[in-house]
């Protein structure tokens, strides 16, 4: 409901929660139940991934509720909280002015609330709300990134190496600059100044508490927007770190976006100087300059190259010399991977869906360093 979320601005966005202020928030936030669905309807505006999101969705869950939000067309979902909704097997119905129904993430037309959390996509236009499409709103490039590194817990590097690598690389690709103006939080906005030891010391809270999993949004600066999500996760003797998130890159058509997006295979190196790195893929698609998923059908992204570590080579049984010749790969992360540039286009590079059907990747596990949420991501992207 308008003015829920402005109320918990004021407060910092790294303070941990109660369990009874968490159940209180999730109360607020909550309109209704249908079905096996819990339902807040959101205002206009951007529906950021703040801490009575965080509450609403984990309670949800726990109570084995799917969780939705319910929205007019004048609403978007800011990056950090399309990913953390898709997480908990939420879903968002956007309802037009006549009532009628659609899935603001895929368009497909929705006879009731309770079917916005399937994520099937619409087959044709018969299935499509058109009110989904309005191509105008997709006048900005926007880099799709997905990595993930795993590290043995005994010698893992402070968390974060991965976006500051990612900070590094785009950082020259948009010509060099301060990298300070880069933050992360709890919540949204991320107003805490980028620090590998602070995020540490918040990851440590986290296991003292027992909990084996931290979560934190991350942005970017004014010369590198980006909407990131970094999730932390031991398993065993291993902690994992998914990183997942938009970058924008400019107006299309604008001076310097070729650059950038030619800048993309730097990225990838720069990733694979990391050891830890087993898995990353970069896409390009037309967005929002606000890096928010508007109720909008964006375009299909286009990927651009793919970086297999030794988790995954050796988890999927990969022939590395057949890899190199059939694919144009290259040695990566110390030989020990593989990175390789792909291409929708007849130009002799491989598209992503041929390659996912020689590797098998539908067999790749969290162990291996595809989280499940990434997994779907590589599918979505390997239709075009």
Known sequence: MPGRESAQASRRPDRPVSGDLEHVLAAWLTDYQADDAVVTEAAPGTVWYTISQKA???????????????SGEFTELSEPMRQVLRFHGGGWAVKDEEGNLRNGLTGRRLHRVAEAPDPTRPTGLDQMGLAHWRPARSDHAQLMVCATAVHPAASAPPPGETIELLMAALSAASGGGDLSPWAFGRNEPAL???????????????????????????????????????????????????????????????????????????????????????????????????????????????????LLGDGLIRGL????????????????????????????????????????????????????????????????????
């Open 56 to 70: 609403f969705l984990r309670r949800a869950r726990a109570n084995g509720l799917r969780p939705v939000i319910v």
């Open 192 to 306: 805490l100044p980028w620090d590998a030891h602070d995020l540490a010391r918040h990851c440590r809270r986290d296991q003292e508490a027992g909990i084996s999993l931290s979560a934190f949004a991350v942005s970017g600066s004014s010369a590198v927007p980006a909407a990131l999500t970094l999730v932390l996760q031991r398993q065993g003797q291993f902690v994992h770190e998914h990183v997942t998130g938009l970058v924008g890159l400019g107006r299309l058509g604008s001076a310097g976006l070729e650059r950038k997006l030619a800048a993309a295979d730097h990225v990838m190196e720069t990733l694979s100087s990391a050891v830890g790195i087993t898995f990353a893929l970069i896409m390009a698609q037309a967005g929002n300059q606000a890096l928010t998923r508007p109720p909008v059908l964006g375009s299909a992204p286009v990927p651009l190259s793919i």
């Open 317 to 384: 049984q990969i022939d590395a010399e057949q890899a190199l010749a059939r694919f144009q790969a290259s040695p990566a992360l110390g030989g020990h991977g593989l990175m390789v540039p792909l291409d929708a286009a007849a130009s002799g590079r491989p598209h992503l869906a041929e390659l996912f059907r020689s590797v098998d990747l539908d067999r790749a596990s969290p162990r291996m360093g595809i989280s499940p949420q990434q997994l779907q991501t590589l599918h979505y992207a390997a239709r075009y």
